[in-house]
Each structure stands twice: as C-alpha cells, then as structure tokens.
C-alpha cells in the first residue's frame, strides 16, 4: 500500500515565530515521513488577546522561516477572513476543497485545553492531531479519539504506524523530543528589555527573523 501524506497544517499565532516552532516540528515530520507543512498563521486567535501586530509583519517572518526551511510553506486561509480563527472553521473550509486527509500540529501545552476549543469533538472528525510533546507530558486520552500513537527520539514509529496517519481523522499522535525552552512571550519581553545578547545567540530564534524584528522595531515596547 503507498503510503498518501495528509495535508499538515500547524497553526499559531507565530507572534514571532522561532525555533520552538520550527525545530520540534521538523523533528516530528522526519519520524512521521511529512515532507510538507503548511505554517497557518490566525488573525484573531480565540484564546489569546487581539494581537497587537500586523499581520503584514508575522507574515514577513514566516516567508524568512520558509525561505530557510523548505518544507514549511505558508497557509494563509485565516488571515482571509475577518472571523475569529477557530480551527473547526479553518478545518471544515480545507475539507470541502480537498480529499486528501487532514493533519492538524499543535503544542502540548495547546493540546492539555483542546476540550475547550470551539466544536473540538468535530475537530477530531475532520482531521488527526500530532502533538510536540515537549514536555513528555502524559496526554490527556479523549474518547472520541480512535487511536493514540507515540512516538519521538528513543520509540521508532513503526511504518504501520505512520500509514495510519493517511487514515481520515481521530487519530493522536504524541511526539516526544528535546524540549526548545522558548516562546513568543519570552522573545518579546527580551526585546522590550532590549536583551539582544540572548536573541543574537541564534539559539532562539533565526537571526534573519531578528534582523527583521530590529529592521522594522517590532516589540520595542509594550502597546497598552
Ligand atoms: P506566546 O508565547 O505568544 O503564547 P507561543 O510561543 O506559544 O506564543 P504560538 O504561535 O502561540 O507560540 O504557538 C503555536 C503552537 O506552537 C502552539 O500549539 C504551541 O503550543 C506550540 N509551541 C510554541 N512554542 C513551542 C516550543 N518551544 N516547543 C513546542 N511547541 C511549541
């Protein structure tokens, strides 16, 4: 049987995106045979507080981050649209123009409220998860979810296993690695206390991203 990639999207607010995004991402896609993913960026998060940027900007950043990584792409569907950016939303809307399986990534940390998102047990109807365990935490077990699957530095995915992600929906797959002890929240307190040694080591975030941030003087203080 030929193994038929789903369509993989991750989605955030990348407000700015950084090797905590990319590097754990990269690491599930190589356990998981994804050649592609598409970096969703919302417009009006439902979980956060309106963002304070445009989206011009994050949009900017993520072409650098896919100008470096070429197996991540943009997918712009949420900026499209003025509505608040539920996933069921977005999901539904991609499942209607294409019959290619659905993939959707998210943190762990995401992934321990997922009961709170808007139509979650529809979600899980529409598309599989694969969840950067960063933490190793032990995921919470749904029971709408058919199978879950772990997998990371130390567990080999099995090929059966990665088959089952070109299955339809209901499937979550943990991936356990190395955490990447960074955030968008962190990056833009650094930046407000103009802590560039820390940015500038590379480590954080890729620095023609940080060269953007300085070009454009993103986050330089705290909008009220
Ligand atoms: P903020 O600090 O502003 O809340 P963030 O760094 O969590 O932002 P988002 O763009 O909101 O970034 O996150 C998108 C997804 O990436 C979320 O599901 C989040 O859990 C995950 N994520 C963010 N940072 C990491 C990291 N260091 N390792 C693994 N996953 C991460």
């Avoid at 896919?66 to 997918?75: D, Q």
């Avoid at 130390?154 to 992600?165: E, G, I, P, T």
Wanted: charged fraction near 20%; charge should be neutral.
């Amino acid at each position: 049987m030929t193994y038929s990639q789903p369509i993989t999207l991750f989605g955030g607010t990348f407000n700015p995106p950084h090797w905590g995004h990319v590097k754990p991402l990269k690491q599930a896609m190589q356990a998981l045979d994804i050649t592609k993913v598409g970096l969703m960026p919302c417009n009006i998060p439902p979980h956060k507080q309106r963002l304070k940027i445009s989206n011009q900007h994050r949009l900017a950043m993520l072409q650098i981050i896919c100008e470096l990584e070429s197996s991540l792409y943009i997918e712009g569907i949420e900026l499209e649209s003025d509505e608040v950016s539920f996933t069921f939303n977005t999901l539904q809307k991609l499942k209607k123009n294409n019959q290619q399986s659905l993939c959707f990534v998210m943190g762990a940390d995401s992934f321990q409220s997922f009961e709170t998102w808007h139509r979650w047990q529809e979600i899980l109807q529409l598309c599989n998860i694969i969840v950067l365990n960063r933490d190793n935490q032990p995921l919470k077990r749904l029971k709408e979810v058919t199978q879950y699957i772990s997998c990371g530095p130390h567990d080999a995915v099995s090929l059966a296993d990665k088959q089952v992600l070109s299955t339809s929906n209901g499937i979550v797959v943990s991936c356990h690695f190395p955490n990447v002890a960074v955030s968008s929240t962190l990056i833009r307190d650094k930046l407000e206390q103009k802590d560039y040694p820390y940015l500038e080591t590379g480590e954080v975030l890729p620095l023609e991203v940080l060269k953007y941030i300085k070009q454009h003087q993103l986050y330089e203080r705290k909008i009220p």
